[in-house]
């Protein structure tokens, strides 16, 4: 495979669909739009991106723009960096967004972590999930929430997050769990858990030294001092999420941060995409392929989190109401992405229905963890650091 140069007809790639606008549910429509374009090939024969636009006021924006581009051209931190470097501050239209620092985490994995399955769970898909339809839904949660418990807890965004998700994960269990149980209908805080689930997320974790916003110019020039702006730059990390019910919601969150502590300044990110450059140097695309396929079978999950601008943005002219990355081909029946942006934390969930049915139940769990984490901080009076 080899990227050949084209003349780019930009009628190709914008799709401006005729929509009614006095539809019964636009966010539904918008939901089955964007779930069945998982289920159409991109076309080769042009290059690899798509832009849909649809006029159609939802509940949370005037219209909505539905980036479709093939992993093959970026990762998720260059083609956020793509979308980014064509905003400009509202406040300001002539200035980039700005985005906070971001420290780089690193990893560690014990050798049975590394070498085991993941355990048969509701939230695990089985073989052949890469290839089936994806749906996706978002919530959008406060940022000062988020922030509130970082600086109570003198802690990172990035450990509150997963701290979120392994409350949120083990409370949608349980319920799934509990369902099948002969009782019928089982009360969140009864305890319906199997024992020792090995559950695992493979993170994705942005190589790249130099973080930030660029300019187009500046990523795209010869004499650009990004080197690796374009393509895909990622490593995986192996991290196991706790699923348990927890008496005190501050556990999921002290537990999420001695589990990532132990994971950092470690070369496991590195490693993964130096043997992942080796292979597909030395046996090709396919090798490479299934090695991937394989190693991202064996866990439940991915996961990862996109630092955004500060500030609100505006998209040629136009105000961003909020972003929502995601992605879909890959062996997991979930995939959680959070996505900071301006106040507000989107939280993007990828699954496949037939696994996982009722995904805004699962957006309902960990919306309803940040709040009882947040709850549990204030009426433990932590003080800030």
Known sequence: MKWNPTIVNLQDHIIVPNLDPNMESPDQFVEDYISHLTTIPMDLCKPLWE??????????????????????????????????????????????????????????????????????????????????????????????????????????????????????????????????????????????????????????????????IQTLADLMGK?????WGWGNRIGYLVLPFTISLQDDPLNYVRQAKATIDRKKRSLEPFCTFQIAKLVLCTLGVKVGAAIAHRFLSNTTLAFSNVVGPVEEVSFYGHPLAFIAPSVYGHPHALTIHFQSYSNKMTIVLAVDVDVIPHPHKLCDDLEQSLKLIKDAVLDNGLDAA
């Open 223 to 227: 004499e650009s001092k990004v080197k």
């Open 51 to 212: 832009v849909h636009l649809l006029n159609l006021k939802t509940s949370d924006a005037e219209a909505i723009g539905v980036f479709r581009i093939h992993h093959s051209i970026g990762d998720g931190a260059s083609l956020m960096s793509l979308l980014l470097a064509c905003t400009r501050k509202t406040s300001d239209p002539e200035a980039l967004p700005s985005i906070p620092e971001q420290r780089r985490a690193g990893s560690s994995t014990s050798p049975h972590q590394m070498g085991s399955v993941d355990t048969k769970t509701p939230l695990k898909g089985a073989f052949g999930v890469d290839l089936k339809p994806k749906r996706f839904v978002y919530r959008s949660v406060s940022m000062d929430d988020i922030k509130l418990i970082k600086n109570k807890m003198n802690i990172t965004i990035n450990d509150v997050i997963l701290g979120i998700t392994q409350a949120g994960l083990s409370r949608y269990l349980n319920r799934e769990y509990g369902e099948n149980e002969k009782d019928g209908e089982t009360k969140q805080n009864k305890i319906i858990l199997p024992k020792s689930i090995l559950l695992r997320a493979t993170v994705l974790v942005n190589l790249r030294p130099a973080l930030g």
